[in-house]
């Protein structure tokens, strides 16, 4: 069975298959709510399914190589007058996407936010049509992110989802929803102008070469194809690596060092970097809770995504020279969140906050350039998103009931709302690293990646650990604790349509936690080539 699906074009299936929902809803007079809602939250689980189906024929690949689809997308032929010898000289984008060990984990946790997301949605009150409709545009964009392999591909998806998620924050958030949109959108589009300054020298350098599918050295090409720059990186006798007068095609040490920075901003500002931050506080506070469950839970991860993929992988020399300050930087993040998530007294900052905090985690991981520090940022990355994403869930649901998250205005929740106050303090613990929960293996591994290069970034990380338990449950326990506030006495717990979605997510938080082997196998495939490249070029 697995033989004959893998023939077909699942990867395109997987990415494009949200569009099937929007043709649909197309169709669909915009006075039908109830098929809106069927249509739109149901055609979620078909890219989860495809996602599922994939996850579970990865181990019958051959060494658990990557699934690919390649073929020649956009050809533009260029002046062979300014090289001798040359037949032709065209600029190739390929439509190239892959699944490896690496974004596997990723891609289906993007399915299971996405459809979990859905259901959350239940709560908007208007224009049900469009905003069903950039949902699965947003979807859409945030695969093709994971799998996308040539850098203008990449590019476009990464830009995607730029535009449904600034009209699904600008729409339906709150009462500064506007200016927590524009700023997303400005901060954002910074990011993506340096993302394509660095994408445009790689290619123009490490891109160019004789073009692999003709023998005679006549046709050169301009490649944005992410394995061919990754080996002509690597290839001494590559034009990126010849110092010979004339090659305007050598990339030297500086525009290495350049490059790397530039994609360090440029994902940075994405996975938020500090002090890059502040655009995604106003999201968390501004956004509705389903669109937040993704930009926390998945668009977040786009950028430390980038970094390792676009980043480690193709300079693993500059990010061993860079090793330090990306573990200042994760210190930072960890501890500067961490202080700041505790003095908040609007709950929905004070996870944006351990977001922020979280994310740092991700960077001790990539500083550590092993195996075991590398398979600690990915599985952060998946844990944070499944977490994050019922943290949302549930504030959701808080909102529609009470009006506010303010943890001055609620208290004594678990009295009317046991059920919802207690995952509330699952997802709680799992954020704080509790033993057997998701949180706890990504943390761990990070750090353990780290301790064994730079101690004192892993001891730093850890005390990071023990701020996050006291603000979580700071918040946490005020909420479900204390004495009930009047106005919300008699609130009725979850409903069924409530409690599916998290009892799937609080379900992966388990999974995760006491069995990890489910996300690890994967990615230990998908950082062995990584490792390869810190011994030879690093």
């Known amino acids: 069975m697995w033989s004959e699906l893998s023939s077909l074009p699942i990867l395109t299936l997987l990415t494009f298959s949200p569009l ?6 197309l169709l669909v007079p915009k006075g039908r709510t109830r098929a809106i809602q069927i249509v739109g939250i149901g055609t979620t689980f078909l890219p989860l399914l495809i996602a599922l189906v994939i996850y579970g024929g990865y181990d019958m690949l051959e060494q658990g190589k990557a699934l690919t689809e390649q073929t020649s997308w956009i050809s533009i032929p260029l002046n062979i007058e300014l090289m001798r010898g040359i037949q032709s000289w065209t600029f190739d984008i390929q439509y190239h996407l892959s699944i ?30 469009t905003y069903f409709i950039l949902f699965l545009l947003l979807e859409v964009g945030m695969l093709g992110v994971f799998m996308a392999r040539d850098l203008f591909l990449f590019f476009m998806f990464f830009e995607w989802t730029l535009v449904p998620t600034y009209f699904l924050i600008g729409i339906w958030g709150f009462m500064h929803r506007e200016k927590a949109a524009n700023r997303f959108l400005v901060y954002n589009g910074l990011g993506s102008a340096l993302l394509l300054v660095a994408f445009v020298i790689l290619t123009a350098t490490a891109g160019f070469g004789p073009n692999p599918a003709v023998d005679d050295g006549s046709q050169y090409i301009y490649s944005g194809n992410l394995n061919v720059i990754m080996q002509n990186l690597g290839n001494p006798e590559a034009f990126v690596n010849m110092a010979a007068e004339g090659n305007t095609f050598y990339l030297t040490e500086g525009m290495r060092t350049l490059v790397f920075v530039l994609l360090l901003i440029a994902f940075g500002i994405k996975l938020p970097l500090f002090p890059f931050h502040t655009w995604m506080l106003r999201v968390h506070a501004e956004a509705p809770a389903p669109v937040v469950m993704l930009h926390s839970g998945v668009l977040l991860k786009m950028g430390a995504y980038g970094l390792i993929q676009f980043g480690t992988a193709l300079l693993p020399q500059e990010t061993a020279s860079w090793a330090t ?3 200042i930087l994760g210190v930072i993040n960890i501890l500067y969140g961490a202080i700041l998530a505790f003095v908040q007294k609007e709950f929905r900052l004070v996870l944006a906050y351990s977001s922020i905090s979280h994310m740092g985690f991700v960077l ?4 550590a350039m092993n195996d075991i520090g590398l398979q600690g940022a990915v599985v952060q990355m998946v844990s944070h998103g499944f ?19 303010r943890i001055d205005e609620l208290g004594g929740l678990a009295k009317s709302m046991p059920f919802i106050s207690g995952i509330l303090l699952l997802a709680g613990l799992a954020s704080l690293g509790l033993p057997g929960l998701s949180g706890f293996v990504a943390e761990l591994l990070s750090l353990l990646g780290l301790f064994g290069t730079m101690k004192w970034a892993a001891v730093l990380g850890a005390i990071g650990i023990i701020l996050s338990a006291v603000y979580v449950l700071r918040g946490v326990l005020a909420i479900s604790y204390g004495p009930l506030n009047e106005r919300h006495a008699g609130l009725k717990d979850a409903r069924l349509v409530e409690a599916m979605p998290i009892m799937v ?10 069995f990890p082997y489910f996300v690890t196998a994967p990615i230990e495939t998908g950082v062995e080539h990584m490792i390869e490249l810190f011994k030879v070029r690093g």
Not at 20 to 25: P, Q, R, S, T
Not at 364 to 367: M, N, S, V
């Open 20 to 25: 099937l929902g929007v043709l649909i809803l």
């Open 100 to 129: 490896d060990g690496l974004s596997l984990p990723l891609v289906v946790m993007t399915t299971i936010v996405a459809s979990m997301a859905a259901f959350a949605s239940l709560y908007l009150k208007k224009r049900w049509k």
């Open 325 to 327: 300050v990306i573990a």
């Open 364 to 367: 001790l991981g990539i500083a």
């Open 387 to 405: 977490i994050s994403a019922l943290f949302f869930l549930l504030v959701g649901s808080l909102l529609q009931r009470t009006g506010t998250t």
């Open 505 to 514: 997510l609080t379900a992966c938080i388990v999974l995760i936690g006491l």
